[in-house]
């Protein structure tokens, strides 16, 4: 009968040396490439998972951040602080009032019309009569407004200077509108009434840079809202797109160009407020996609210790044999401890590689461009490492607390 004596003489002889423990491992990893597969995957998945977040965190954020700063800094907003009935704030001339200042591209008044909720806005179909009342909102707005948008249509076209100086009943409806309305389609010239006034629709608006209402309203010339509904009491805003570097001067000289008499009646509002809010979006953003790769991590970590401790249990006689020939419990711990750490080290190096590709990948197809941080990029196998190591903690203590005599018997 084989018995076991840990205080034996073969206990005593046996040395922990590195290269043994490395022999050890690579041969145990060799002769199950099944189970190795499965644990260099799920270190692949979560390193991966983790280097993918973060970089696409990185690539998103520039991206987000260049075009913020494109907008932000060069945007200035002007507004009717004390709304009037008996006056506007803006003349019917302002856009060529303030393109005339140095540095301005395009400007454009806007303001909500004061629409009445009944009837509102009614979509007329072609040849059914009228439609059900829909509470869109109106909007005036001068020919500039598209330009300084930046909007893009769907269909149609958009309204410009002549038919805001002959007041004509156009409306642009914004996409979110047009779908409000059921309008889908106006090659044939649809109409809607606002406030039972008839309009032509003659464009809907796909998307905007700047001024993202206007995709919910309709949009009609500011000389026709003036016209049927006057001055908004609600006040009323001009948006100014300016060359990089000229917001600031442009801002100090909007409000007497536009409004000479009375230029305290103007607040204007430049684009350094903006930046404030970009940063607390940036760190919240930033927190929890972190959140969000560490926990990919930590699954990657568990799939590890899961097909490592399958492993252990696999193994019981052979960690029987290796205790009952003088193996000492901190060489199976080793052992073991070194398999996943290889296996987490090879992964790590996989889900890298993987992860620079997908990223290279989807910035491509969204034509952004890649931003990748050496800081972040160069310890991602390092993280495999770890990764590795740590979920074979459990494990390999496992595997070290095993009673030879009952591992044999299995």
Aim: some cysteine.
């Amino acid at each position: 009968m084989l018995r076991w004596r840990p205080d034996g003489p073969a206990a005593g002889k046996q040395s922990l040396r590195l290269a043994d423990i490395a022999s050890e491992a690579v041969l145990g990893i060799s002769a199950r490439p099944g189970r190795s597969m499965l644990t260099m995957l799920a270190a692949i998945v979560g390193v991966g998972s983790f280097a993918i977040v973060i970089g696409l965190t990185n690539t998103t954020r520039a991206e987000v951040n260049g075009r913020f700063n494109s907008l932000a800094a060069t945007e200035v907003v002007v507004s009717d602080t004390e709304p009037q009935l008996s006056s506007a704030a803006f003349p019917p001339d302002t856009e060529r009032l303030i393109d005339r200042l140095h540095g301005v591209l395009s400007s454009g008044v806007l303001f909500p019309v004061g629409v009445a909720v009944a009837p509102g806005v009614t979509r007329l179909a072609p040849a059914a009569g009228q439609g059900p009342a829909n509470s869109v909102q109106v909007m005036g707005v001068s020919p500039g407004v598209f330009q300084v948008s930046m909007g893009k249509l769907a269909q149609g076209r958009f309204f410009g200077a002549l038919a805001d100086r002959q007041r004509q009943n156009v409306v642009v409806l914004g996409e979110a509108a047009a779908a409000q309305l059921g309008v889908t389609d106006i090659s044939a010239q649809p109409a809607i009434e606002i406030d039972g006034i008839p309009f032509t629709i003659v464009g809907i608006l796909q998307s905007v840079g700047r001024e993202p209402s206007l995709l919910q309203v309709a949009i009609i010339p500011d000389q026709t809202a003036l016209r049927y509904w006057g001055i908004s009491a609600l006040g009323a805003d001009a948006i100014i797109a300016t060359r990089p570097g000229s917001a600031a001067v442009v801002a100090s000289e909007a409000a007497v160009a536009i409004l000479p008499a009375d230029p305290q009646r103007l607040a204007v509002v430049s684009s350094s407020e903006p930046f404030i809010f970009q940063a607390a979006i940036n760190g919240d953003l930033s927190a929890l996609l972190l959140l969000a790769g560490v926990m990919a991590l930590l699954m990657g970590m568990i799939g590890i210790a899961s097909v490592t401790l399958t492993s252990v249990l696999e193994r019981f006689y052979e960690i029987g044999v290796r205790r009952a020939l003088g193996a000492t419990r901190p060489h199976i711990t080793c052992q073991f401890l070194a398999e996943s750490t290889i296996l987490g080290t090879l992964g790590g190096l996989a889900g890298t590689c993987l992860s620079i590709i997908i990223i290279v990948t989807i910035a491509d197809i969204n034509h952004w461009n890649a931003v990748f941080s050496l800081a972040v990029i160069l310890p991602d196998p390092l993280i495999g490492t770890v990764a590795g190591c740590l979920a074979g903690i459990y494990p390999a203590l496992r595997a070290a607390r095993l009673d030879p005599v009952e591992a044999l018997r299995r």
